[in-house]
């Protein structure tokens, strides 16, 4: 059966985008709380002072961290931002590998979201380019679909 399958969509959000899968724990879930902290870890070369210097900040440890809320263009921010992205890279390239495992399709079709105003996925939406870049640099991507400028409409009573 699989022999006539010759597209394979995949989006691991779940308005079918390249984002975590639940607004409420898109990074805030104990596992990616550890990513993160792990990430910093490694990029700051377990030096919370280093960290403090390029932030501007006074944490005492790694684990007191968490990822910021909502954004703001600082340099915490951009930190986590490159981690949500990577993170969100190698979640579809964990896909696509699974994929591979059973069928190589003609093509590869991603939706990548690109709405930045959306307040609980924030970090989601702003890099639509990022994955569909990297994605064609792994030979996982022919076809990129988005939603520009989607977001909920109020109605009128």
């Known amino acids: 059966m699989l022999r006539h399958v010759e597209l394979i969509e995949l989006c691991p959000g779940e308005e079918s985008e390249v984002s975590f899968n639940w607004d409420h724990v898109w990074a805030f879930d104990p596992h990616a709380i550890r990513a993160y902290r792990d990430y910093l870890r490694r990029l700051y070369r377990n030096r919370i002072d280093d960290l403090n210097a390029d932030w501007a900040s006074s944490h005492i440890s790694f684990d007191e961290i968490v990822p910021p809320a909502e954004y703001y263009p600082d340099r915490e921010h951009w930190v986590f931002a490159d981690f949500y992205r990577l993170s969100m890279l190698r979640h579809c390239v964990f896909l696509a590998d699974a994929v ?58």
């Not at 970090?123 to 990129?144: Q, W």
């Open 100 to 157: 591979l495992e059973v069928h190589k399709p003609d093509y590869w079709l991603w939706m990548t979201h690109s709405v930045a105003s959306y307040p609980q996925r924030h970090n989601a939406a702003r890099y639509p380019i990022f994955y569909a870049e990297n994605l064609r640099r792994l030979g996982l991507i022919d076809y990129a679909q988005t939603v520009p400028m989607w977001q909920p409409q109020k109605t009128s009573s």
